[in-house]
Every structure is written in C-alpha cells, then in structure tokens.
C-alpha cells in the first residue's frame, strides 16, 4: 500500500507539486495522469525516494519513505519513463546486479528472468551490450529487471512508451497476474485508453496539484476517460 500524505515538493520558488494526498490499496493498478510538466514525475521520484520533498510524507507499507528509506525500497521496483541503465554492461549481467541488490536467490532470479526474457523475447539479446539496443529494449530490460525480484509494489512512468504492441499486451498481462496475487501497481500514462480499460482507480493532476482521484466509474462516469481529461484540462 501506498499512502502519500500532503506532499509538496519545490524547485526553489517553484512548487513543482503542492499538497498532494490520496493512497494506493494493494491488489489494484492506479492510473496517474496528467499533462506534461504536471507533476507526475516529480511525485514518482519522490515515492520511490529518488526526490526529497518538503512537506507531508509517503508510507510504503506502513513505513516512511523519508524515515526508512531501505526497507520502503526494497518492497518496490521502478520503471523510469526513460531506461537508466549501465551502457556499457551486458543486459544479463544488469539485471543480476538488480538482483543482487534484492538478495534474490539464485534459483528465482534463473526462474523469473527466463520467465520474463522468453515473454518479451528478449532471450536472445541478454548476453549482448546494452548501448547496442534500442529504447524499446532498454526498456523491456529495466521491466524485466523491476519483475526478477518479485516486487509487492511496482512502480512505473510512462511504461509503454516505446514497447512494441506484442510487449504492449504482454505487460499488461504481467499487470493483471500482480494484481491476482494482491499486489499494488501506480502508473503514469498518457495512453488514457489503456488506463481506462485496465486500472481500477484514477488521479489526475494539473499544475501540480490533484484536481480528481477515485474510482474509474466513480470518474468518468459515462463519458471516456480522455474526454473527462480534456474537459478537466480545459
């Protein structure tokens, strides 16, 4: 679970997000939404403690983010809205590095990385260097990465950017199995088609502050979810 409590996060005089407040139950996907420079980003990276923030908290699973930043850190996986991953190492030896930084044993991390590598038939290309692939790639490495440790919580931004349609589905898929096992997912997306059909609750925020969170239906009612986003931006 996730509870973020009156967040405000500043960039000198700017107030980048101002108060924010709503949680994410475990066993559902969250859509995060929003248009660029929103904020959405920016409360991301402090949920995942990449960002300090100024004001209010964040509990993952009961624990604050400021206060026990390692122990928060290690029920969640983060996919970044762009790869950062060692260039200059081979794809296989990125993601045991990841894995090691998680204790993940020996036998889960060869089970869930063939698990993961077969499904985004990836397999291939995991001795290769990572400058070698493409974004779409990069990323289903930083996916796979996020997934060999078996997170309670997976956290990503914009995670469909750049995926084929194939590894589009077969994330989605991964998605609903997470949530099946009781687990929490909170993404960003501009795909708003896709957060509709696929997530159970919606925020939305402009300008750095939350405008609606709640359930989909609760939401959008009987409109879609990108005309009640256009109407809210407007």
């Known amino acids: 679970m996730i509870e973020i409590k009156n967040v405000t996060k500043k960039y000198g005089s700017k107030v980048a997000v101002k108060d924010v407040s709503f949680d994410v139950e475990d066993g ?94 990836i397999e291939n290309n995991l001795n290769d260097t990572i400058n070698s692939f493409s974004h779409g790639m990069k990323q289903k490495i930083a996916i796979i990465s996020a997934l060999a440790h078996d997170p309670k919580i997976l956290i990503m931004d914009e995670p469909f950017v750049g995926l084929d349609p194939k590894a589009v589905y077969d994330i989605k898929e991964v998605m609903k199995e997470m949530i099946k096992e009781g687990k929490t997912i909170f993404f960003s997306t501009h795909i708003l088609d896709v957060a509709e059909k696929l997530c159970s609750r919606v925020a939305i925020i402009k300008n750095g502050e939350l405008i609606k969170v709640g359930s989909m239906k609760q939401i959008k009612g009987d409109k879609s979810l990108e005309k009640v986003f256009l109407e809210l931006e407007g």
């Open 28 to 121: 559902e996907i969250f859509a995060f939404i929003g248009h660029n420079g929103a904020g959405k980003t920016t409360l991301i990276k402090s949920i995942v403690g990449i960002h300090d923030f100024d004001e209010g908290d964040i509990l993952i699973n009961g624990k604050s983010i400021k206060e026990d930043p390692i122990a928060c850190k290690k029920d969640m996986a983060y996919v970044p809205d762009n790869p950062e991953l060692y260039e200059n190492m081979k794809a296989i030896d990125f993601i045991n590095f990841i894995c090691d930084m998680y204790d993940v044993s020996i036998e889960e991390r060869q089970k869930n990385i063939s698990k993961y590598a077969k499904l985004f038939e």
